[in-house]
């Protein structure tokens, strides 16, 4: 079975674009979650999504948004890019809202210029 | 404060060796732990869930203190293959969500 897949790979782009990355999820699994990764830290949580909804969102300002589509495959969208977004952007499905065990994707890796 | 503390090593260890990562959260409320491995540049893989009871998996030994809130992994008789940088992983609820909570992980090098 196919893993967590993610597109791009890599993207560059400068200040102030908009930038929209994809998951797809493990085959049958509903729930979407996406985190950010700087280089020397842990991942970030920033969206949890389960049958198209939003269940919860992290510390992040209003320039991100997600969405979850009727197959469970999600968006997520960043406005206004700044430097500081430059990071590995991953997505990781589970189950079911409530299974914590999440399977993560390959990422995207996001410079901003 | 993190809510979920790790020493950041780097730890370099001679194959053969035993290893041992600590890690705190702060989150009392957390609700599942877990350990993540890492390689240079990929996804977070998960290593093993942890458990008040302690649980093993081969050369690898999770414990989990709910009292003092800290989880420990022990590597022991290290191969090259372990190197890697290990997340110390908690979940939080954050509305109706259940969110992973990493700590900033240890970066373990094995040497030949």
């Known amino acids: 079975d196919a893993g967590v897949t993610q597109s791009p790979t890599h993207l560059i782009k400068t200040r102030g674009q908009q930038v929209t990355l994809r998951c797809s999820p493990i085959s049958g699994h509903k729930s979407v979650s996406w985190y950010q990764q700087v280089l020397g830290q842990g991942p970030q949580f920033i969206f949890q999504y389960y049958e198209k909804e939003e269940r919860g969102r992290g510390n992040f300002p209003d320039r991100f948004s997600a969405r979850q589509f009727p197959n469970y495959s999600s968006e997520l969208n960043v406005n206004a890019l700044l430097l500081g977004d430059s990071a590995l952007y991953l997505c990781a499905s589970s189950l079911f809202r409530g299974v914590d065990e999440q399977f993560f994707g390959p990422g995207t890796r996001l410079t901003v210029l | 404060r993190k809510e979920v503390e790790q020493d950041p090593g780097p730890f370099n260890v001679p194959e053969g060796a035993t290893v041992a990562f600590n890690c705190t959260y702060s989150?009392?409320?957390?609700?599942?732990f877990f350990w993540y491995r890492q390689d240079c540049r990929k996804e977070p893989k998960l290593l093993m869930s942890?458990?008040?009871s302690g649980n093993e998996d081969g050369r690898f030994t999770a414990q989990l203190n709910r009292a003092s809130q800290y989880i420990s992994l022990l590597i022991r008789d290290s191969k090259l293959s372990d190197s890697a940088t290990y997340l110390c992983?908690?979940?939080?609820?954050?509305?109706?969500?259940?969110?992973?909570?990493f700590g900033s992980g240890t970066q373990l090098t094995v040497l030949p």
């Open positions: 992983v908690v979940t939080i609820s954050s509305g109706s969500a259940r969110q992973l909570t």
């Open positions: 989150n009392s409320a957390s609700q599942s």
């Open positions: 942890v458990y008040s």
